[in-house]
T-cell receptor
Framework: SQTIHQWPATLVQPVGSPLSLECTVE??????LYWYRQAAGRGLQLLFY??????ISSEVPQNLSASRPQDRQFILSSKKLLLSDSGFYLC?????????????FGDGTRLSIL | TQLLEQSPQFLSIQEGENLTVYCNSS?????LQWYRQEPGEGPVLLVT?????EVKKLKRLTFQFGDARKDSSLHITAAQPGDTGLYLC??????????FGSGTRLQVQP
């Protein structure tokens, strides 16, 4: 069966520090991968999605970046965090082929910027 | 501007009551999905509706996709405390990424 892992679960970082959140998927090949940010009790904002290694689409301009160095690894990074980067970050995967596929989410990373 | 608007944003009801959550858009979707999210966890898929006018039932939950594929509703019969959570609708507009609604937070009091 397929599983998705995100870490860390919680992170407290000072303003201006770098960021690296990692997400890995097991049990499937060539998945579509996604990074979302969620404000408290609200919907999900798509940040990045990837259909393959080194193929990243950015949805919103920001000081975050994403990379996919391996087929089942997706990394969210920042060189200098802002207060506005606080939030709940979710990684997800879906089957690559076919339309209307469901997305499967990790348990998220709660990021607090001080 | 939110592509998918959900209403109400927050709903607090007593156990045993019925409720309906709405998901509306001016855009046409090739499919709509409903997810439920518990605090501190990722959303979990409940259902996918694909055909305009489609109705799907999942125990006490009934999902409907509008005829024009621009809106959807979720109806819960005899709500239970275990139904408490954040309900999210999400749709594909043809590209490979989902667009999520603003969410409806449901609280069912015992």
């Amino acid at each position: 069966s397929q599983t998705i892992h995100q870490w860390p679960a919680t992170l407290v970082q000072p303003v201006g520090s770098p960021l690296s959140l990692e997400c890995t998927v097991e049990g499937t090949s060539n998945p579509n991968l996604y990074w979302y940010r969620q404000a408290a009790g609200r919907g999900l904002q798509l940040l990045f999605y990837s259909i393959g290694i080194d193929q990243i689409s950015s949805e919103v301009p920001q000081n975050l970046s994403a990379s996919r160095p391996q087929d089942r690894q997706f990394i969210l990074s920042s060189k200098k965090l802002l207060l506005s980067d606080s939030g709940f970050y979710l990684c997800a995967w879906s089957v690559h082929l076919g339309n209307n596929q469901p997305q499967h989410f990790g348990d998220g990373t709660r990021l607090s910027i001080l | 501007t939110q592509l998918l608007e959900q209403s109400p944003q927050f709903l607090s009801i007593q156990e045993g009551e019925n409720l309906t959550v709405y998901c509306n858009s001016s855009s046409v979707f090739s499919s709509l999905q409903w997810y439920r999210q518990e605090p501190g966890e990722g959303p979990v898929l409940l259902v996918t509706v694909v055909t305009g006018g489609e109705v799907k039932k999942l125990k006490r939950l009934t999902f409907q996709f509008g005829d024009a594929r621009k809106d959807s509703s979720l109806h819960i019969t005899a709500a239970q405390p275990g139904d408490t959570g954040l309900y999210l609708c999400a749709g594909y507009t043809g590209r490979r990424a989902l667009t999520f609604g603003s969410g409806t937070r449901l609280q069912v009091q015992p």
